[in-house]
């Protein structure tokens, strides 16, 4: 029997789908792809939807036979667009935004296609070295020194996971691969120190390698939530008094509150002085370093162990792409190289297998979407793209410094703007909370904008964060005026 006859439904009952149905359904879809895209402006950034929707008109049982392609794409639209937060509107401008572009996705679709499996040299020669020479070309678009050596991860939290058991490793008197944690009374409390500010993904990456929630000091910040060199300088003296060994500093470029860049060139030279390992959280703002005039950003990053940069975030690439660099490459491979039997192949003394540095085996050819990405916008063309958002941001924050009834809560180091609605003779704290939190909430329930809050000591502030790709000046006014109008309807 031919593979790909068809069963009485129309789906073959061995093989693929044919060829001819998905170049047909391809090119359906590429349609529909463009469109969205051509028209996202015209849809609503957030769903008008209640927990447990989607999930309703989903069947709770699997398909015993298979549906044709026609009736999976219609419900597309029947099910999953009425739940669709349109991360790649332009009037998304909540969290870290993360907007794929047009290269990004074909690559992903490539990617998809080969469904290859970097983990060894060997199983895709192709996916390691393109990732190598990827990396080698982001490294330099970021000003870092050539030192640096790259591995692609999914997201931040497990690059920096990935930087935390390296620096563990480097503890090698420890042999904390070799023996573990538990049970042993011969080990000092260890300690990470960061700012208050730090990503939670820190917090939980000491959870994950077994220093508990105690192993992290939150050091203090200054007015413009910049961790303090000389709180962490006495947070450590303190901690080596009382025998805790202090073995790791996060610093970040970038928080995700309010995008804060931690002074890293001192507290370089203090990690130096004191034998720590120093990783840089540069998730989001790293991306900043792209353009010439903001390279600064990265200043002293060059004296860090470690330095994560999501080209997810701020890069234009589809989610996931994660990037670790380090200068200790060895530590990653000391702590998680370890290889079976059946993986050792006959390359492997010339070859770098990226399964010796981390827990992941199986690695998708995600490195091609930074090879679309990279050559269709060309550095310049990120770079501009990245300095008019940082641009179209600061504007945002003079209009908001001159209304009478906003007010600016932090600087604007890059392109977040925090800020809330301050009407004259409203001072009380907890007011002002709620009235903000109403306004971000009818903002987002009207469809037309999506904003995210943090809290900036006690106070609710409202995050304006201007990184889409396709979002522009226009954009960002017609937000503005938004907001102007849902206040006054409160
Ligand atoms: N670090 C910072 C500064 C972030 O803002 C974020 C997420 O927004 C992360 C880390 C975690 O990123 P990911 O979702 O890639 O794990």
Known sequence: ??????APEGTPKLGDMPAEE?????????????????????????PAVRPGDVRGMLPTAPPQSGESMEDILSDVDRVVMPGMAHWSHPRFMAYFNSSGSAPGILAEVLCATFNANGMVWQS????????????????????????????????????TLHALAAAREHLSDLHIRDRGMTGR????????????????????????????IEGIRKISVDQSFQMIPAALAEAINEDRRNGVRPFCVVATVGTTSCTSIDPVREIAALCGREGIWLHIDAAHGGAAALVPE????????????????????????????SVLFTRKPEMLRRAFSLVPEYLRTPHDEVVENYMDYGIPLGRRFRALKLW???????????????????????EFAVWIDAHREFERLAPVPLSTVLFRAHPSGT????????????????????????LSHTRLGNRYAIRLVVSGLRTL?????EVWKLLQQQLSLL
């Open 1 to 6: 029997m031919n593979d790909q006859s068809m």
């Open 22 to 46: 998905f170049r047909k359904y391809g090119h359906t879809l590429v349609d529909r792809m463009a469109d969205f895209l051509k028209d996202i402006d015209n849809y609503p950034v957030f």
């Open 124 to 159: 895709c020669p192709s996916a390691t070295e393109v990732e190598q020479v990827m990396l080698g070309w982001l490294r330099q678009m970021l000003g870092l020194p050539e030192k640096y050596w790259g591995i692609i991860y999914d997201t931040a939290s497990v690059s």
């Open 185 to 212: 009374t011969d080990l000092p409390r260890l300690r990470v120190y960061a700012s208050e500010y730090v990503h939670s993904s820190v917090d939980k990456a000491v959870i994950a390698l077994g220093f508990g």
């Open 294 to 321: 903001y390279r600064y950003v990265l200043d002293g990053c060059e004296l860090a162990d470690s330095i994560v940069v999501n080209p997810h975030k701020w890069m234009f690439v589809p989610m996931d792409l």
């Open 372 to 394: 679309f990405v990279f050559r269709y916008f060309g550095t310049e063309g990120l770079a501009n793209r990245i300095r008019e958002h940082i641009r179209v941001a600061n």
């Open 427 to 450: 001072d009380d704290e907890e007011t002002l909370n709620a009235l903000n939190e109403r306004l971000m909430k009818a903002v987002n329930e009207s469809g037309r904008a999506f």
């Open 473 to 477: 000046e226009p954009h960002v006014q």
